[in-house]
């Protein structure tokens, strides 16, 4: 009967908006994703573009909208949180964030907004990454449906990227970071539904220096040969990123490769924890590392250099199935088998695309002072790569990148609220008034990456396909390609949709001028 | 004349964040850069120490048994092996900078005078600041003396707090040598963004000289103190 149970949890947890785009994807693959520069386009952790030299710049935006609206100081801190995973996953030491933040005009939102500040701040500051830029629109759209989008941008030797993947059966499957706890389970879930039904015990919490040991001892074991593999935690938790490295493998590999995990050797902070709760918890600040076996004992010790409690807690098959080792009262090691084909069954969605009805509510920036007032809570200097921060007007930044004595250039564009009468128009704004900023600045662009926040699919789809389209367009139009991005779709509270929202961030780099 | 190459040793916590920062600071002038990881109790050959910038210990002090906590930064770090090098190094008069978390670590061991407490603001605080050199000057360098230079802040705990009798001791032996030049940002006593012990030895400032321009003069004053 459990077993049965787990079962479909388990299709349950995968087949969630947020973890499988069963609505969306069919109209991602419109999207451009390959040019000279893309090392690594959408489908893993962040996207990858080649900066010559050796070097390669990972980056990738996320939202965590709906956890900000329940709880935002954690859910904004847990935000930025797990978009940094998102990039020193890949191997890449984190150089840079920004905030694109949409909130309603309620008193109610005004408090989110201030929680939502602190959280990123607390969190971004301790870590040490600079919070480079971002924007401020409210709109009394977003009154029950806060966006904070999150970007982030990390540098990576080329010889060091790693990726979300199990390569060879018999390596480790490595558990690093907090115990898990039932913080967090149905996170993935809630991102997928409506904000009325979300719970405030689905938000995780969140400790900024667990993550930066994490960080940096990531870091130091992506300079080494130890590991082919590495996957953060977020949606889903454990289930999700033990599926995804043996999905991740099969696809490349063409081996019938699965992972077989040890859940009584998770290391749990709440007591009798089921086997349910155990894969799906969204405990903040955990790594999955595929181990090399002969190479255990040396990543162990990276670990403990840097006090992080890590854990042998599976390992890669070749027998294409997704084994679940448990306990039970008074029965010890219940073994449940899946084919892992079953877990990503391909679920899709199909709505009907409806022309988005216009609000026509104002779309206001952030005045002065707000954005003034903002910035100066997040630490923008921190690494002295930032040229150009948000103390300097405009939607861009520049970075500093010594390695290749280069320029990184990133700017970023909302819709300017255009979407609402004519979606197509608001992501073709955004996309020409990022490009014309790397342009002006005698950049090369490289790849976007882009952020499409939208109420319920049933009345936002049709929007979403045109904004789609529009992007799609102007990619193969300018050759920019898009490398890695999100969908926040059900960000509505009961009827209210709020109005299509798509933020972009393009990439560009140049010649250091002297 | 050729410059010396100084051995400088950079001492690192977990969650320092401004290790790397202080790390390439010193190497881009061609100075030698080494970690001293908290852990480490030996004293080597150092020309000078620095304590960088971030969260030692991500800062959190948590009572006992409970979920909650309190921000007291530098007092973890105080309880690290590697404590043991800096006491070893004041005593031998090696000269120490404290930059930010480095300053907190600093004057809670007691190496430097004062406290630093939450910004008046109760927030983060991250700007260019405008800073003036004055006192006995950053390791003595007089060519310092009543300039000013734009240095960033970044931090939630950089007001600085004395006594009033033991602000005009640090008056009188001229230990005040930074202070803030209209925007104050953490409401620091009488505007100080700085100060050095007794002997001059042992230097502690909120500001990052290493992620600003005008730190080629802070680097320019170290070498000349420690070459001379």
């Known amino acids: 009967m459990l077993q049965n149970k787990i079962k479909d949890a388990i299709k349950e947890a995968m087949a969630a908006e947020h973890t499988s785009y069963a609505s969306s994807k069919k109209y991602l693959s419109r999207l451009p994703t390959k040019g000279k520069y893309v090392i690594q386009g959408p489908g893993e952790n962040a996207g990858i573009v080649d900066i010559g030299e050796g070097y390669a710049i990972a980056f990738r935006i996320e939202s965590h909208n709906h956890p900000s609206f329940i709880k935002p100081y954690h859910g904004a801190a847990t935000g930025v949180g797990g978009i940094l995973r998102d990039i020193f996953t890949m191997g890449a030491r984190p150089i840079g964030i920004l905030d694109m933040l949409r909130f309603g005009t309620s008193e109610k939102s005004k408090k989110i907004f201030k929680g939502v500040v602190h959280g990123i701040s607390d969190y971004g500051n301790c870590i040490g990454v600079p919070t480079i830029g971002g924007d401020i629109y409210f709109d009394k759209t977003y009154d029950k449906n806060c966006l904070v989008n999150v970007a982030a941008f990390g540098l990576v030797k080329k010889k060091n990227i790693l990726f979300g993947n199990a390569l060879t059966p018999g390596n480790d499957l490595i558990y690093v970071g907090a115990k898990t706890g039932r913080d967090g389970i149905g996170g993935a879930q809630m991102a997928s539904e409506n904000l009325d039904t979300a719970s405030e015990?689905?938000?995780?919490?969140?400790?900024?220096?667990?993550?930066?040991?994490?960080?940096?001892?990531?870091?130091?074991?992506?300079?080494?040969?130890?590991?082919?593999?590495?996957?953060?935690?977020?949606?889903?938790?454990?289930?999700?990123?033990?599926?995804?490295?043996?999905?991740?493998?099969?696809?490349?590999?063409?081996?019938?490769?699965?992972?077989?995990?040890?859940?009584?050797?998770?290391?749990?902070?709440?007591?009798?924890?089921?086997?349910?709760?155990?894969?799906?918890?969204?405990?903040?600040?955990?790594?999955?590392?595929?181990?090399?076996?002969?190479?255990?004992?040396?990543?162990?010790?990276?670990?403990?250099?840097?006090d992080l409690e890590a854990h042998v807690v599976g390992t890669v098959t070749e027998d294409g199935n997704y084994s679940l080792v448990y306990d039970e009262k008074n029965k010890k090691n219940i073994q449940l088998s899946i084919s892992v084909d079953e877990i990503f069954s391909n679920g899709k969605k199909d709505w009907e695309l409806l022309p988005w009805k216009q609000q026509g509510t104002k779309y206001i920036k952030g005045s002065k002072e707000i954005i003034k007032s903002t910035w100066r809570q997040y630490d923008w200097s921190v690494g002295a790569r930032t040229q150009k921060g948000p103390n300097k007007p405009g939607s861009y930044a520049i970075l500093d990148i010594p390695e290749v004595h280069k320029e990184l250039i990133i700017s970023w564009s909302s819709d300017k609220g255009k979407s609402d009468k004519n979606p197509a128009k608001g992501m073709t704004y955004a996309f020409d008034t990022c490009l014309a900023k790397i342009k002006q600045l005698d950049a090369v662009p490289l790849g976007v990456t882009n952020c499409l926040n939208f109420g319920h699919p049933k009345d936002s789809m049709g929007a979403f396909v045109q904004t789609i389209d529009a992007l799609a367009q102007r990619c193969r139009e300018t050759n920019i390609p898009v490398v890695s991005g999100n969908v926040s779709l059900y960000n509505a509270y009961k009827n209210h949709s709020i109005k299509p929202t798509p933020v972009l961030v393009m990439v560009g780099i140049r010649k250091k001028v002297q | 004349m050729q410059k010396r190459s100084l051995r400088v040793g950079i001492l690192r916590f977990p969650g320092s964040n401004c290790d790397w920062d202080a790390y390439n600071f010193f190497k881009k002038f061609g100075h030698k850069s080494e970690f001293i990881w908290y852990k480490d109790t030996q004293l080597l050959s150092w020309d000078v120490i620095v304590l960088p910038g971030g969260f030692a210990f991500g800062d959190r002090v948590y009572k006992k048994a409970t979920e909650e906590y309190s921000i007291d930064p530098g007092v973890l770090a105080l309880q690290s092996p590697a404590l043991k090098i800096i006491f070893a190094a004041a005593e031998k008069k090696i000269p120490i900078l404290g930059i930010c978390n480095g300053f907190q670590i600093l004057v809670k061991a007691g190496l430097l005078p004062g406290k630093l407490e939450q910004n008046t603001s109760k927030q983060f605080f991250c700007d260019i600041t405008t800073c003036e050199v004055m006192g006995a000057s950053f390791f003595g360098d007089k060519?310092?003396?009543?300039?000013?230079?734009?240095?960033?802040?970044?931090?939630?705990?950089?007001?600085?707090?004395?006594?009033?009798?033991?602000?005009?001791?640090l008056q009188k032996n001229s230990q005040i040598f930074l202070r803030y030049i209209g925007l104050n940002p953490n409401g620091s006593v009488e505007n100080i963004a700085g100060v050095s012990n007794k002997e001059k030895n042992i230097f502690g400032l909120m500001p990052h000289p290493e992620r600003s321009e005008d730190g080629k003069y802070f680097m320019k004053a170290i070498e000349k103190y420690v070459t001379k």
Not at chain 1, 265 to 294: D, Y
Not at chain 2, 146 to 163: Q, T, W
């Open chain 1, 201 to 306: 015990a689905a938000v995780q919490e969140a400790d900024p220096f667990l993550e930066k040991l994490l960080l940096d001892a990531c870091c130091d074991l992506a300079e080494t040969d130890y590991v082919e593999g590495m996957q953060d935690m977020g949606a889903a938790g454990i289930l999700c990123s033990t599926s995804e490295v043996a999905y991740r493998g099969r696809e490349k590999t063409g081996k019938d490769l699965g992972v077989k995990v040890y859940l009584n050797k998770i290391p749990t902070k709440a007591k009798n924890m089921s086997p349910i709760e155990m894969l799906l918890s969204e405990s903040q600040e955990r790594m999955l590392i595929v181990g090399k076996r002969k190479f255990r004992e040396k990543i162990l010790e990276i670990f403990k250099r840097w």
């Open chain 2, 143 to 169: 060519s310092m003396m009543h300039k000013k230079f734009h240095l960033p802040v970044a931090h939630g705990y950089g007001r600085y707090v004395v006594s009033k009798k033991q602000y005009q001791e």
